[in-house]
Nanobody, 117 residues
């Protein structure tokens, strides 16, 4: 099993920055994709950004140019640097790991990010 532990969420003013981290532990194979999703009140969970084990990235359109996803494979950790935050970025952010060898998906517990106007 894979355990994902998130950190870095909180309250920030519009225009500010936050850096989210997610550390994975357990049985993790090298061929995987890690990413961040978010869910705002009354809305469905949506993809924010993903990064493969080889470093290929994918971003949701509204965060392009503001958010940067990165990872440290040696530490099995993924990061999300969020700049120029907007009130509409307010949501619970979830870390995700897709293992392409085991064909499994794991989720973190989620953490609140609140951007005040």
């Amino acid at each position: 099993q894979v355990r994902l532990v998130e950190s870095g969420g909180g309250l920030v003013q519009a225009g500010g920055s936050l850096r989210l981290s997610c550390a994975a532990s357990g049985t993790i194979f090298n061929l995987n994709t890690m990413g961040w999703y978010r869910q705002a009140p009354g809305k469905q969970r949506e993809l924010v950004a993903t990064i493969t084990s080889s470093g290929s990235t994918n971003y949701e359109d509204s965060v392009k140019g503001r958010f940067t996803i990165s990872r440290d494979n040696a530490k099995n950790t993924v990061y999300l640097q969020m700049n120029s935050l907007k009130p509409e970025d307010t949501a619970v952010y979830y870390c995700n790991l897709v293992d392409h060898i085991l064909n499994s998906r794991s989720w973190g517990q989620g953490m609140q990010v609140t951007v005040s106007s």
